[in-house]
């Protein structure tokens, strides 16, 4: 049973390019969340999805960044006009459905950040 | 009031003897307490969890200590390991999105 996977591991981008990130869930799991760490420092809560519907984006930047969902396919992570302030791991995770443990959240290894 | 206070910031233990790991909150909606563990360079992995009806829980060497009228929960690692050296975060949770705390450095001296 695989985990949940991140992709890209490593992205490097310049000032003001777009970063995109990818998360596929565990197999079975319906509920996605992304988390930011910064250097040195604890998991910041972003936003927290379910299939095509946002749950909860109260940690989110209000402008540049969004996240989705879709019926098909991983969950993506945007960032527009990337700033050196973005640099970070951006961390994955995701929960079984409402029927079981919903807290439980296991998480995928990042994709590390770094903006030039 | 949605914090999580985390102490201490960094830990030295021998091999073989415990380490502690403290954590606060102010918020009594929290429901869900998960301790988490990191490697450099990987995600966290949980550890063990405790939901605030039950003042203790053991699993293997990891044992979480819940003390709901303080709102204080702690992490103890008997017989600690070198292979246990990693971040330690606790977090707690209420409607899906963990708050976590500014972690722990654990080094386990052999």
């Known amino acids: 049973n695989a985990g949940v996977m991140q992709n890209p591991r490593h992205l490097v981008r310049r000032r003001g390019q777009e970063a995109r990130l990818r998360c596929s869930p565990m197999k079975g799991h319906s509920h996605v969340y992304w988390y930011r760490q910064l250097p040195e420092e604890g998991l910041k809560f972003m936003v927290y999805l379910q299939k095509e519907n946002i749950i909860d984006e109260s940690g989110m930047p209000k402008e540049r960044f969004s996240a989705e969902f879709p019926k098909e396919g991983p969950s993506i992570l945007r960032i527009q006009q990337v700033v050196r302030g973005d640099s970070a791991a951006y961390f994955c995770?995701?929960?079984?459905?409402?029927?079981?443990?919903?807290?439980?959240?296991?998480f995928g290894p990042g994709t590390r950040l770094t903006v030039l | 009031q949605q914090q999580v206070k985390q102490s201490p910031q960094s830990l030295i233990v021998q091999k073989g003897g415990i380490s502690i790991i403290n954590c606060a909150y102010e918020n009594t909606a929290f429901d869900y307490f998960p301790w988490y563990q990191q490697f450099p360079g990987k995600g966290p992995a949980l550890l063990i969890a405790i939901r605030p009806d039950v003042s203790e829980k053991k699993e293997g060497r990891f044992t979480i200590s819940f003390n709901k009228s303080a709102k204080q929960f702690s992490l103890h690692i008997m017989d600690s390991q070198p292979g246990d050296s990693a971040t330690y975060f606790c977090a707690a949770s209420t409607g899906g999105k963990l708050i976590f705390g500014q972690g722990t450095e654990l080094s386990v001296k052999p």
């Open positions: 995770a995701s929960s079984p459905p409402a029927s079981l443990h919903t807290d439980t959240q296991y």
